[in-house]
């Protein structure tokens, strides 16, 4: 990953943590049923950020190695899940992990992978899985099919830094299908959503590190047109935001 992507969440790590989605539970039994992926297999999560999907293999048993080149979110992803004694993590990046060849049963990478270098990755995975392990590469697309979602799209479109060169839906099927070649890929679907007040959408638009930050110009111009926004469509002074949770799995036999 480029410099600038692995420091480029440092000041929006409360943020992240407070406001950026979860992933669906079903997920787990997904990949256990179909890929057998058991709580005896090790996991390698990549650019695991503050924990948020490492969390949810953690809660059901399984042992995790976070990868996280950011100083900041790894720290918090340490101190979140302190309980959990089968959390560790390392300072490596997805194309230099920093783990022993063949010693993972399978990697997963959530809201991450658009940030690495594909080819150099592909080398490192191939070099740290066990024969016939699992990459399993996750994201929470936001939708934009109600009329307040296709309104804060134009919203972020309007304020943001670099949002249309980073935003991950530039990664498409064909680029997933590509980097994985020889082997096959499947693509299964979550439903997801959040429900905000105010405060709780305004953490969400700051999650993100496309968006100006208080320090940076356009940032009140911006919690104007949110708040505008919100006014318009809350009801009971909440909103949602709805997403399509993708699972790409492919087994690197």
């Known amino acids: 990953m480029a410099n600038n992507n692995t420091t480029r969440f440092s000041d929006r790590v409360e943020n992240y943590v407070k406001y950026r989605p979860d992933y669906p539970k079903e997920i787990v039994s997904f990949l256990q049923k179909n890929y057998g992926l058991y709580t005896d297999k090790l996991i390698a999560d990549i650019g695991s950020g503050t924990g948020i999907l490492s969390q949810l293999f953690l809660d059901n048993d399984y042992t995790v190695i976070g990868i996280e080149p950011n100083k ?10 302190r309980p959990y004694q089968r959390f560790s993590t390392t300072s490596g990046t997805a194309e230099n992990t920093m783990l022993q060849k063949n010693s993972v049963d399978a990697i997963i990478a959530g809201q991450a992978f658009h940030w690495f270098d594909r080819g150099k990755c592909k080398i490192e ?7 016939g392990g699992l990459v399993v590469l996750i994201w929470n697309e936001r939708l934009s099919d109600s009329d307040f979602e296709k309104e804060y799209d134009l919203l972020i479109k309007k304020h943001a830094i670099d949002y249309v060169t980073v935003d991950h839906r530039n990664i498409h099927d064909t680029d997933i299908s590509a980097f994985c070649e020889p082997h096959s890929v499947v693509l299964k679907t979550f439903p997801n959503k959040q429900v905000f007040d105010f405060d709780g959408l305004k953490g969400r638009l700051l999650s993100s590190s496309y968006m100006p930050t208080e320090k940076q110009n356009g940032f009140e111009e911006m919690i104007a047109d949110l708040h505008e926004l919100y006014q318009k469509y809350q009801q009971d002074d909440q909103i949602t935001i709805s997403y399509t949770t993708k699972v790409y799995v492919s087994v690197f036999a």
Not at 72 to 81: F, I, Q
Not at 125 to 131: K, N, S
């Open 72 to 81: 900041e979110m790894r720290e918090k992803s340490e101190e979140l899940l």
């Open 125 to 131: 995975f191939e070099r740290v899985l066990h024969p």
